[in-house]
């Protein structure tokens, strides 16, 4: 089988070019300096996987979809799913997979990480992915690209929201990172570790993730409503309010608080020994 994927000499290509290998396949990675050449390349690719930044993913595909023989597979390996999904099933007639790697690409191997497959259109070639991934020891967490995005809204949008909101903090009080280190529970190193992963990457990435993903409005409304709210009893000094605020987050999170302490704690151990 060949795979071509257009994007293939980034990061993210390059992890999923050995993957694919690794499986018995002929992988052929395209770059911008193959644009002039695509209908060639791609006339006899049985899949063709788009991996590229978020800000032109669309203009990507839509000059790929075209190209691709229409009994392949066009997938996507996109932070967000609503547009690229919508805009693969506009550019090809064929079948089509959104999918989203929930993993940076400095991995040696992808045992035991989790990849969202969003169902688009057909379902052969939705089988034979699912199945790759699985019989990898891969967790495969099917879902609609609507589903995925209002998930990604927060579990990336608003952790990522988080660690920018410290890390200005810290700057307007012009605050010395490595000083504040000296005064930081092992929980806060983490915390500043975090900062520090956020700003060694992308930065293109990032504003991508935040701006264009269409489910991300409410949540930064409510974000916003849930700040003002512990802000106004902290400032209040309403300590009722608080612990029955507190009381009734441990209520809702109960079924996951024994584990969270149990692996926050090998964190933490984690932290204190280095």
């Known amino acids: 089988m060949k795979i071509s994927i257009v994007g293939g000499n980034g990061p993210m290509g390059t992890l999923f070019k050995r993957f694919f290998e690794e499986q018995g396949h002929v992988v052929e990675p395209?770059?911008?300096k193959d644009e002039p050449h695509y209908k060639e390349r791609l006339k006899d690719s049985d899949v063709v996987i788009i991996t590229v930044p978020i800000a032109v993913t669309?203009?990507?595909i839509l000059?790929?979809?075209?190209?691709?023989?229409?009994?392949s597979l066009l997938m996507d390996m996109t932070?967000?799913?609503?547009?690229?999904?919508?805009?693969?099933l506009r550019a090809f007639?064929?079948?089509?997979i959104g999918t989203h790697p929930l993993f940076g690409p400095s991995l040696e191997t992808l045992s035991g990480q989790t990849i969202v497959v969003t169902?688009?259109?057909g379902e052969k070639w939705l089988s034979w992915l699912t199945e790759t991934f699985t019989r990898n020891n891969i967790t495969v967490t099917l879902s609609t690209p609507q589903e995925h995005d209002r998930f990604m809204a927060l579990t990336q949008c608003v952790r990522t929201l988080n660690t920018?909101?410290?890390s200005k903090v810290i700057r307007d009080n012009e605050l010395n990172p490595k000083q504040l280190l000296k005064y930081a529970t092992p929980i806060f190193k983490g915390e500043m570790w975090w900062v520090g992963r956020l700003f060694s990457q992308d930065p293109e990435l990032y504003a991508g993730i935040q701006m264009e993903n269409q489910m991300i409005g409410n949540v930064l409304e409510d974000y916003l409503s849930a700040g003002k709210e512990l802000v106004d009893i902290i400032t209040r000094k309403d300590k009722e309010e608080f612990?029955?605020?507190?009381?009734e987050s441990a209520d809702y999170y109960k079924e996951i608080l024994e584990e969270a302490k149990n692996r926050s704690n090998k964190m933490i151990d984690e932290i204190v020994r280095t």
């Open 30 to 32: 395209l770059g911008r």
């Open 58 to 60: 669309k203009e990507v």
């Open 63 to 71: 000059k790929v979809g075209p190209l691709i023989p229409p009994e």
């Open 79 to 88: 932070s967000l799913k609503v547009f690229p999904v919508e805009t693969m």
């Open 93 to 96: 007639k064929g079948e089509v």
């Open 119 to 121: 169902r688009a259109r």
């Open 164 to 166: 920018m909101v410290l």
């Open 243 to 247: 612990i029955k605020l507190f009381e």
